[in-house]
């Protein structure tokens, strides 16, 4: 059974720091890229970053370049998401989401189609 597990949400005041943690199991880690979305109510979903299978490599949305960090130990087949400075904007429930290859390049079309997701964790940031 494939699993993505996310937590490590909460209450935070802006400036302050959360690392999410999303475990995934019941699929090959390492030939998929994995990717943290967030979405706030009345917004449409965003992926904020996502590590590539393809190549190895990180991306970041232009919101949260600089701040956030994901990072993945395949040991424990765990991606994270270490978010700093943290803003009100960033309130939203965190996702994880897994698919085989590269679609961290694919456009916002694909992602509705992406394979596996968790069941998000809340994120809210106060002023």
């Known amino acids: 059974e494939v699993q993505l597990q996310a937590s490590g949400g909460g209450l935070v005041r802006a400036g302050g720091s959360l690392r999410l943690s999303c475990a995934a199991s019941g699929f090959t880690f390492d030939d998929h890229s994995i990717g943290w979305f967030r979405q706030a109510p009345g917004m449409e979903r965003e992926l904020v970053s996502c590590?590539?299978?393809?190549?190895?490599?990180?991306s970041y949305s232009d919101s949260v370049k600089g701040r956030f960090t994901s990072s993945s130990d395949n040991a424990k087949t765990t991606v994270y998401l270490q978010m700093n400075n943290l803003k009100p904007e960033d309130t939203a429930v965190y996702y994880c989401?897994?698919?085989?290859?590269?679609?961290?390049?694919?456009?916002?079309?694909?992602?509705?189609?992406?394979?596996?997701w968790g069941h998000g964790t809340q994120v809210t940031v106060s002023s």
């Open positions: 590590i590539s299978s393809s190549d190895g490599r990180t």
């Open positions: 989401a897994a698919d085989l290859g590269g679609w961290c390049y694919s456009g916002r079309a694909y992602y509705s189609m992406l394979a596996y």
